[in-house]
């Protein structure tokens, strides 16, 4: 696919994407719209079930008290609390109806009103005839059966509103604490109007039915107790000042006039005078509803006020996304044509020319700049492009040959490093057995050639001579001093007199080592083969690790001065037991100094712990598992530094008959 078209799909892409995200925030403010708006139509339904269940408790208490202590008609404020409840009820049906596609289950609801109105007009009905009545007992019983029918209706209502409430709960923590508020309001008036009653009922009933109306009374008081609970968990700072004002003030009157009242009511009413107590109960009663019915109110105007909010501000905030929207399609559509006049065709034209440029035909015209922009230095630069070609095409051939030059050059160092690895290896010694003396070794260099290197070798006087050198760095400067290393003190070993020290041969080669080149540490010993004991000088290399028979593992040595870093050296000779089993571990100083991935090296400490742990095994195995560890440890193939270990080991056969021989 070519650049310009690339171009065009990008931005038509781009178009389109403007486009879905447009939509997505149009139908996302829709949603946040017909949310608002379901909330609101819950709402009012929710309050005008709720003004239906309040004055339908208040009507219940109202109607229970004439039929227990009136007679006749009703008086004027049931009438009133009746048309409270009616028009209530129809509103409710009204916004259910009207609400219809907003609400769920609100089929459900309707039938639930319906059946409310029903029942209680036939149970109005049925009050009204016994409140005509001059006969006690029918009164009484109507009463019985009138304040349960109208509990019932109450908890029905009360029901109806919860499961509206449940299915449209607010998101808004304000409208929720609002609506759990008036919940729990609605169950503490539901129990006050009822105590109200069954107070009325207790005050003026007979012996027997006191134990039943008192253990009414405390189940309600429970529930008040909850409620205000309940309520009190809901108060926050969200609240208006307001609505917390009178849920305060009505708590303070629950608190300090009719809770007192009512205990007296509960625990002293046989001893009581039913007329005064009646009247001051049923006063006290009203006024506390009064003040559930003010806080309802506030409650009420506040979720409104706050719902028109929500609704006014998803309103504008639909209109406002939707006015973007419209303008982003425009914005893609002028996006697309200004790009296709301005960058798709000015591109072809260019891209055609360097087509033909790159494939040397030199006669191609470039087009000429018209334009300041990126366009026209992208023009400027085709005539660039045309001048430097002959001469590109002459330096590639030069670069060409020189790169083939740089290659035979590489390769015949490549050749003459591999050859010199294969003579430096061809060099050490390998695993063999020397009289009693068995020795095996562990090499690998950090690149083709090493600066480590390591010798064993028999004296033509007798006894066993060893060394192990590492000359300082690596590569080929470091590899060919070993070999002069590894000569000359094989040279030493082959040629020592039998009075001269270990130290005196040293100190010898320290002092004819040519100046110039680098210096080197070393382990340089020797064996005796007629007596269980070893001689070894130190210069400058790590200490070696005395593996005895029994597994105990020691380092020798206090280090000294490398080979060539100072002529007035001096060394001192290290003289230890090498009985039968026994094993010496040399090595250079690339084991321990093995970095790891975060630069740690690989120490003394963790070389003497591995090598204690396995300190039993057989030489081939210790250097086996020293050699994973290694790697393990590196994480990576290649070495920091050249690895060498040389493990010299008297034979367990030997003994004192060997020694005479």
Partial sequence: MKIRHIILVLTLALGLALVLVAAMLVQEELARLDTAQRLQASNEVREHMLVASTALSRE?????????????????????????????????????????????????????????????????????????TQDGLSRRDAAAAWIASATELVRTLQSSRLSLLHNNRPVDPTLRSEANVRAHADVLHEAIAYNEAVGVGLLSAAE?????????????????????????????SSLTPDVRGTIAAAQQTYERTYDPLQVTVVNAAPNLTPD?????????????????????????????????????QAQRSAFLVTLLAVGGVVAAVLILLVVRRRVIQPLRQVSEAMVRLAANDL???????????????????????????????????????????????????????????????????PPAAVDSINHTGLYS???????????????????????????????????????????????????????????????????????????????????????????????????????????????????????????????????????????????????????????????????????????????????????????SWRGIDNLTDDVSVLVIERNTSWGPTHAIH
């Fill in 60 to 132: 219940r208490t109202s109607t229970y008290v004439h039929l227990l202590t009136g007679d006749g008609a009703p008086p004027a404020p049931i009438g009133e609390l009746r048309e409270q409840v009616d028009l209530a009820l129809v509103e409710a049906r009204r916004d259910l109806t009207r609400g219809r596609s907003y609400l769920p289950n609100a089929d459900r609801s309707l039938d639930a009103i319906r059946r409310a109105e029903q029942q209680i007009e036939v149970w109005r009905l049925v009050a009204d005839e016994a409140g005509a």
């Fill in 208 to 236: 027997a039915d006191r134990s039943r109306l008192e253990a009414v009374m405390a189940r309600n008081v429970g529930r008040m107790e909850l409620a205000w609970q309940l309520i009190g968990g809901e108060i926050s």
């Fill in 276 to 312: 005064n107590v009646l009247q001051a109960w049923q006063l006290t009663s009203e006024t506390t509803l009064d003040s559930l019915a003010l806080m309802q109110a506030h409650l009420l105007e506040s979720s409104r006020v706050r719902l028109e909010g929500l609704v006014a």
């Fill in 363 to 429: 006669t191609t015209p470039a087009p000429r700049a018209r334009r300041h922009d990126e366009v026209g230095q992208m023009t400027n630069a085709l005539r660039t492009f045309k001048a430097n070609a002959i001469l590109r095409q002459r330096t590639q051939v030069e670069l060409q040959r020189v790169h083939h030059d740089l290659q035979d050059t590489y390769d015949q160092l490549r050749r003459d490093l591999e050859a010199a690895a294969t003579i430096q290896m061809a060099m050490l010694p």
């Fill in 445 to 631: 260099p950090s690149s083709l050639v090493a600066g480590d290197t390591y010798n064993v070798i028999r004296r033509p006087g007798g006894g066993v001579g060893f060394f192990q050198i590492d000359v300082a760095g690596h590569g080929a400067a470091a590899a060919l001093v070993s070999v002069a290393g590894q000569h000359t003190l094989s040279q030493a070993i082959l040629t020592r007199r039998d009075d001269a020290t270990l130290e005196d041969v040293l100190s010898e080669v320290n002092q004819e080592w040519p100046p110039d080149l680098p210096y080197f540490t070393t382990i340089f010993g020797e064996i005796d083969p007629t007596y269980p004991r070893a001689r070894m000088v130190q210069a400058g290399h790590p200490c070696p690790l005395l593996i005895g028979a029994n597994g105990q593992v020691r380092f020798l040595g206090e280090s000294g001065f490398p080979i060539g870093m100072l002529p007035q050296a001096t060394y001192d000779t290290l003289e230890f037991e090498f009985a039968a089993g026994d094993r010496l571990l040399i090595y250079s100083d690339g084991v321990i100094e093995t970095e790891n991935r975060l630069g740690e090296f690989y120490s003394e400490d963790r070389l003497l712990t591995l090598v204690s742990e396995h300190a039993q095994r057989s030489t081939k195995d210790l250097l086996l598992t020293l050699q994973a560890s290694l790697r």
